[in-house]
């Protein structure tokens, strides 16, 4: 049971360039979503996407992109990567039936650094 | 909206002795409420969650925490510790739909 993956792992870049961060699972979960996790912050919400072509904002969406061509993909990309978007980046995914009352499936992260 | 505070950031503690965690909450409607865990270099899993029904409730590994509503509250707590329990502690908060908001986490240090 691979579960939810993301890659890659670690990550380094330049400020300007474009990134992608891969999100993989393998539970047939309606919903996916990005998270960031910064000291002090928690983990704030980037996007979400309730179903294939379906995505919404979270709370912390500028300077990111996102899509969902398919159920098990949910790609998110930095279109013009800045210093402040170093930080370690969280996907997760949820079965999609019940709402609020359901438990949030994590991947094991991808730590960002902007140069 | 909803949002958690976590009152402590850090919390050291000896194996062997109790841990408190604690969550405040504010909400202006109908909540769940949960705790995850994150060891070091790993993505979070979830330790428990409070859905409706009895204020008490028990998750992995030994811990528990009780859902009070009139202090909105939701602690989190572990009567005996141990090396393995050293991770960083998130409360989240639902309401109806799929957004979970987090508090910044509280670091427990178990020591021999």
């Known amino acids: 049971d691979a579960g939810i993956t993301q890659s890659p792992r670690y990550k380094i870049t330049e400020t300007g360039r474009q990134v992608t961060l891969m999100c993989h699972q393998t539970?047939?979960?309606?919903?996916m979503f990005w998270y960031r996790q910064d000291l002090g912050h928690g983990l704030r919400l980037i996007y979400y996407?309730?179903?294939?072509?379906?995505?919404d904002k979270g709370e912390v969406p500028d300077g990111y992109v996102v899509s969902r061509s398919k159920t098990e993909n949910f790609p998110l990309t930095l279109e013009s990567a800045t210093r402040s978007q170093t930080s370690v980046y969280f996907c997760?995914?949820?079965?999609?039936?019940?709402?609020?009352?359901?438990?949030?499936?994590f991947g094991p992260g991808t730590r960002l650094l902007v140069l | 909206a909803q949002s958690v505070t976590q009152l402590d950031s850090q919390v050291p503690v000896f194996e062997e002795a109790p841990v408190e965690l604690r969550c405040n909450y504010s909400?202006?409607?109908?909540?769940?409420l949960f705790w995850y865990v994150q060891y070091p270099n790993q993505g979070l899993q979830l330790l428990l969650k409070?859905?409706?029904?009895?204020?008490l409730v028990k998750g992995i590994n030994g811990f528990e925490a009780e859902f009070n509503k009139s202090q909105t509250s939701f602690h989190l707590r572990k009567p005996s510790v141990h090396i393995s329990d050293t991770a960083e502690y998130f409360c989240?908060?639902?309401?109806?739909?799929?957004?979970?908001?987090f508090g910044a986490g509280t670091t427990v240090t178990v020591r021999a």
């Open positions: 997760a995914s949820s079965v999609g039936i019940a709402g609020g009352r359901e438990t949030q499936y």
């Open positions: 539970w047939s979960h309606s919903y």
């Open positions: 996407s309730a179903a294939a072509d379906i995505t």
């Open positions: 909400s202006s409607v109908s909540v769940y």
């Open positions: 409070y859905l409706s029904g009895s204020t």
């Open positions: 989240a908060v639902s309401g109806d739909d799929y957004k979970l908001s």
